[in-house]
Structure formats: structure tokens, C-alpha cells
């Protein structure tokens, strides 16, 4: 029986030997396929010193890798997995925790003989080589004078190699930062490039990188110099990353350096003030002028680039003064042009190039407080049609040959359909003015119309009876303007007024009068003046005629204009709804208004007159006799209009008959 049983239970553990066995292999499947990865044949870094060098562990040998590798297995792990599938209780719980591994003491023995033995050949191993520390005697009587300067020869030693350790690795940090700084400079130096490259033209000629500041891409012949060079900048503060270094400087010609500028001013001989009409530059983009005043070397090669266009712009003016034909011709003296505009006012045209050594001492004369001279008046219109001008003619304004009309332009396609007059098709096939033509007729235009606009205001100051308001259009051109002038008596504006157009042009004036009636003046303002007086006088006169016939006054004689020596006068005589009285009415530009009344004969100045035999029916008995002039200064009104009202509304009222 115990053999049987013992065969039995013999039998029962290698089955469930084999079933756990099969157990653990198909878990395994499960698990996963093992992988073995060999590690790398790197050194592990043992120490490090001071200087920053690096000491390396040897590598293990065959039996000390193996010896790493059998301490990694774990025997118990298939009998853990195996439990892990099975529950058990929580009583088996608590003795398998206190179960461990029964080699666990000799275990912990041989790593504590391991330590101690570690720990001892440390200690044999800093005592034979001496090279961390000394090992000498301590005694507590104080140290014999024979050993004080050994004792300070040795500390000085070792404070000099740790000197000459730091030092070193001090070198080594410098060293690292430069070229840290130096990789950075050449990198800031191709992002500037790039910056500058996106608004301005370059190429690389040989080992050179050089720009174009020119306008031939739009056009330009003008020869001057215009390239500059980009060269990487020596200065030390690049390097270190200072802020506001550069790493690239821009060279100029020093005919570009500083900033140049066009001056247009109009010159009066008789006394006035001079006009400052514009300072001119080039047209530049909003852009640009953005990235000018961020940086510094994008701002000098735009006052480059203008000083280039400045130049061009005069050199083009002069060549057209001297080619223009002019009843008073053009002058050019240097840096200065003169065009003749009227007789004793002149144009003058003004390059100013002022040089970078300048700018600082005009920048500060700028900020100075003024002197007691007076400036110039500057004109804003002449400044915004003389700036549109360019921008139309200017590099970028005229059409490149690709893209310009072949044939007809629209506007010589159209003149047909909106039936254009000979003058207009002849003016379409015309080549454009010049822009010293185009410069000088605006310029003209501006005197003529500022001119017109002070002989207005005097005429309104000195003549307070009737009034004179002027409306000058908003919708301009560069060369021409209209404006309405209106002539009305205070109180009586709705019963007559008198309208005049005035087209104020370049070089000449047209009025349209209030009956279609167009007159033409041209540039002396002298006869225009008459005219605006002459139909002052008419205008009073042909306000009472208005107002007559309102209070229903009979009209005997109206004359508007009557011209005699000379002299032009207007005269009105009117008569009452009875026929008892008159009133006549004599204006004159140059005189004060003459009234005069008259009343009905007497009796006996009938029965002595002449036509006392001869008439028979009574109204000629009616007949005016005289009139008698009254005195300006006595009659009461406050215009002349309202003066003549208040005398018809008494000669006809009640009382006075």
C-alpha cells in the first residue's frame, strides 16, 4: 500500500509537473516571443574632473557578464505565474509572504564581505597612491617651525593646479561662446540679406554682393552712379550679440550719402510774399517707408535711392528748359532753374543735395526756435498736383512695352461715338506737354487764381453796398476752376440779383454774364476789374427798376449801360401811378449816386407856361417842370435800394398829399 501510494503520488506530481510545464508554454505564447538584445560596446563614464575630462569603466569581461546576467534571472518566476492564475485563499496568502528565499542570509553575508572588502581596497588604494588625500599623524602639540614653509610650498601647489585647472576650462567656455557667436553672426548676416534683398535689387559679381538703386527697370536712361555693396560688418560687437549690432554694413557712393530734395518757389518782384510751392521727393511705397523707419540701413538706401531720383528728375528739367521754346527763356545756373511765369514773377526750380556731415547741424537748425524773418507761404494744392504730376510721369507712372495700348487709345476710339470736335481729336493726337510745361502752367494757374481770389476780397471790402459772395467749386482740375459770384442788395436779394460765372484758367479768365453773354480776359486782371464794377453800377440800377414795379412805378427811361467820354454810367427815371412825381437815378462806378425828384406845376406856373393856350386835356398840365437833386448824405436807408424804397413809400403816401 505505501508503495502503491507512494507510486500514486509519485504519478499525480509529475502530471501536474507536466500539466503546469504546459501551462507556463502556452502562457508564454500568450505572453509573447522573448526577445535577447545585446547592449552596445559603449564605455560607461566612470568620472569626471574638474577640467571636464571624462574617465571611462573598462568593460565587463566574459565571466563578470555572465555573473550580471544570472543575478538578473528569477527562478521563482514561472511557479509566481502559475500561482497567479489559480485563486487561493487569503490564509495561503499570508504564509507565502513570510516564505523567502532560503539562501536570502547567505546572500546578505557575501554582499556585506563584499562591501567591507570593497571599502578596504579603497582605502589601501588612496593610501599607496596618495593621490586624493595624505595620511599623516595628528598630534595636538602645534608643528615645528621647520615645517611651516613645506606646508605652504605644498597648499600653493595645490592651489596653482586648481588654477590652472580652471583657467583651463575657463579658456575652453570662451572658446565655446565665440564660436557659438560666430555661428550666430553668419546666420543674422544671411537673414539681414534676406531682409534687404526682398525690397531692393542684388546680385553676387565675383566674391561682391552689389544692388541697384536705379529706375531702369521703369524706364530710366539716366547714367549716374546708382549700385552700392553689401559686406559683412567687422565690428567686435557683432560677434558678442550686442544689441542694435548689425552684421552686414551697406557702402555707398558718396554721391548718394546724405538726402537730397527738389524745391519749387514762386517769386514775386513786386513786393509780395513768395509762395513756397512744394519739396519734391521720390514716390515711395507705403511699405517701404514701413521698413525705413525700422532700420536704420533701409531708411540710407531710400534717401539713397531719392537723392538718385532727385538728380534724375533735374537733369530731365534742364535738358527740357533748354529745348523749350519761351517769350522769356528759361535760365540754368547750376542747381537752379528759372521760368518766366508773369511779367515780375518767376519760377524758380531748386536742387538741395545735403551731405551726411550737414544733416546733424540742419536737423538742429530745424529745432531751433525761428528767426524773426518771415517764411515763405507754402501752397498745399501746387504741392498735391505737383506730387501727382510726377506720379503720373514719374519712374512706375508710364507704361512698360509690354503691357502698353497698341494701336488707338480709348479715348480716340470713343471720339466718334460722342461726336468729338476736330480741336479735341487734334489735342488726342498730340504728344503730352513736358513736365517742365506741365510745372509751369500749374504753377501759373495758382498765381492767376490766388490773384483772382485777393482782387474779390478787396472788391467785397470796398464795396459794402451792394454785396459780393463768392462760391468757389470743390470739384477742381489741376489747371482750371469755376466759381459763381453773386452781386445782391442787403434786405432785396429775392427781388434781383445779378450771377456771373468766372472760369479761372492758367493763363486766362472767362466770365458768363447773367444773359448768356461770355467775355474773355486773360492774365492782367485790370479789365476784369472793370467789368465786376460795371456790374456793381448796373446792378443797382436794376434792382430799383425791380423794385418799381412792385410799388407799381411807371418806367420813363432805364439805360443800363450808357458809355459817354469814356465813362460808363447807368440811369433809370420812374414816375409815380398818379403822374405826380418822378424820380431819376444816375449811378456811375467811380461816383456816388445821383437822385433827383420833381414835383407837379402850380397853378400860375401853368397859366405862364407856354402850353398854356395849346393844351386842353388836364394830365398835360402834370407835366414835370425840373427836378432837384437831392443830398446823398440826408436821406435815410441803409443801402441804396432800401433808400429809394423809403422815398417812393413817401412821395406816394397820404400825409404828403
Not at 513786386?270 to 536704420?296: F, H, K, N, W, Y
Not at 501727382?388 to 510721369?393: A, H, I, K, S
Not at 459794402?464 to 476752376?481: G, I, N, R
Not at 444773359?515 to 472793370?530: A, S
Amino acid at each position: 500500500m505505501m508503495d502503491a501510494d507512494g507510486d500514486n503520488i509519485n504519478t499525480d506530481m509529475i502530471k501536474t509537473e507536466e500539466e503546469d510545464h504546459v501551462d507556463t508554454m502556452q502562457q508564454n505564447k500568450l505572453d509573447g516571443v522573448t526577445i535577447a538584445i545585446q547592449s552596445l560596446l559603449e564605455k560607461k563614464i566612470y568620472d569626471i574632473d574638474f577640467d571636464g575630462n571624462e574617465t571611462y569603466a573598462p568593460q565587463f569581461t566574459m565571466t563578470e557578464n555572465l555573473s550580471k546576467v544570472a543575478s538578473k534571472i528569477d527562478f521563482l518566476k514561472g511557479e509566481e505565474v502559475h500561482e497567479l492564475n489559480k485563486p487561493e485563499p487569503e490564509a495561503n496568502k499570508s504564509s507565502r509572504k513570510s516564505d523567502e528565499w532560503p539562501w536570502e542570509n547567505v546572500a546578505a553575508q557575501l554582499r556585506s564581505a563584499f562591501i567591507e572588502c570593497a571599502v578596504l581596497s579603497d582605502i589601501l588604494k588612496i593610501a599607496h597612491e596618495r593621490r586624493y588625500l595624505a595620511i599623516d599623524s595628528v598630534s595636538g602639540e602645534p608643528t615645528s617651525s621647520g615645517r611651516g614653509p613645506l606646508h605652504l610650498a605644498s597648499k600653493r601647489k595645490c592651489l596653482a593646479a586648481a588654477s590652472t585647472i580652471i583657467l583651463r576650462g575657463a579658456d575652453r567656455l570662451v572658446k565655446s561662446q565665440s564660436e557659438l557667436a560666430f555661428s550666430r553672426g553668419q546666420g543674422e548676416f544671411y537673414k539681414e540679406l534676406l531682409a534687404i534683398r526682398q525690397h531692393w535689387k542684388l546680385k553676387k559679381v565675383g566674391n561682391s554682393i552689389i544692388g541697384d538703386l536705379s529706375f531702369k527697370p521703369g524706364g530710366s536712361r539716366f547714367g549716374h552712379t546708382s549700385s552700392f555693396e553689401v559686406v559683412k560688418s567687422t565690428d567686435p560687437s557683432t560677434t558678442t550679440g550686442a544689441p542694435g549690432s548689425r552684421a552686414l554694413t551697406i557702402k555707398l557712393a558718396p554721391q548718394l550719402t546724405g538726402y537730397a530734395f527738389i524745391q519749387v518757389t514762386i517769386e514775386f518782384g513786386s513786393g509780395e510774399d513768395s509762395i513756397q510751392a512744394a519739396v519734391l521727393s521720390a514716390p515711395a511705397d507705403r511699405d517701404q517707408v514701413m521698413v525705413a523707419t525700422e532700420d536704420q540701413q533701409q531708411g540710407a538706401l531710400q534717401d539713397a535711392q531719392n537723392t538718385l531720383y532727385c538728380k534724375e528728375l533735374y537733369s530731365t528739367l534742364a535738358q527740357e528748359a533748354t529745348h523749350l521754346w519761351a517769350g522769356v527763356p528759361h535760365l540754368v545756373c547750376g542747381n537752379r532753374l528759372l521760368c518766366h511765369l508773369f511779367p515780375g514773377v518767376t519760377l524758380c526750380v531748386e536742387l538741395r543735395h545735403v551731405a551726411e556731415t550737414q544733416r546733424a547741424a540742419t536737423e538742429s537748425a530745424q529745432l531751433a526756435p525761428p528767426k524773426a524773418t518771415p517764411a515763405p507761404h507754402h501752397s498745399h494744392s501746387l504741392e498735391h498736383a505737383l506730387h501727382q504730376l510726377l506720379w503720373e510721369r514719374g519712374p512706375g507712372g508710364t507704361p512698360r512695352p509690354a503691357t502698353a495700348p497698341l494701336g488707338l487709345s480709348r479715348q480716340q476710339v470713343s471720339a466718334g461715338p460722342r461726336a468729338a470736335r476736330v480741336e479735341e481729336c487734334v489735342t488726342l493726337q498730340a504728344p503730352a506737354p513736358s513736365i517742365l510745361e506741365a510745372i509751369v502752367k500749374r504753377a501759373q494757374f495758382v498765381v492767376l487764381r490766388g490773384r483772382t481770389a485777393q482782387l474779390l476780397d478787396r472788391l467785397a471790402t470796398e464795396y459794402s453796398d451792394p454785396l459780393l459772395s463768392c462760391h468757389w467749386s470743390a470739384l477742381t482740375h489741376v489747371t482750371e476752376v469755376t466759381l459763381r459770384l453773386l452781386i445782391t442788395s442787403p434786405g432785396y436779394d429775392q427781388i434781383y440779383r445779378t450771377p456771373l460765372a468766372v472760369t479761372v484758367r492758367s493763363d486766362s479768365l472767362t466770365v458768363v454774364c447773367r444773359h448768356g453773354k461770355v467775355m474773355n480776359f486773360g492774365y492782367q486782371l485790370g479789365p476784369f476789374r472793370d467789368l465786376l464794377i460795371n456790374r456793381i453800377s448796373e446792378h443797382n440800377v436794376s434792382a430799383v427798376h425791380s423794385l418799381s414795379k412792385l410799388n407799381h412805378w411807371n418806367c420813363l427811361q432805364f439805360d443800363p449801360v450808357i458809355y459817354n467820354q469814356g465813362v460808363y454810367s447807368s440811369k433809370l427815371v420812374i414816375q409815380s401811378l398818379d403822374s405826380l412825381y418822378s424820380i431819376r437815378l444816375t449811378c456811375s462806378p467811380h461816383c456816388e449816386p445821383s437822385v433827383s425828384i420833381s414835383t407837379p406845376l402850380t397853378r400860375s406856373q401853368a397859366d405862364n407856361s407856354n402850353l398854356s393856350g395849346l393844351t386842353i386835356d388836364p394830365i398835360w398840365k402834370q407835366t414835370v417842370h425840373s427836378y432837384v437833386p437831392l443830398q446823398w448824405n440826408n436821406l435815410q436807408g441803409k443801402s441804396l435800394v432800401h433808400t429809394l424804397d423809403l422815398l417812393m413809400a413817401s412821395m406816394t403816401s397820404p400825409v404828403l398829399k
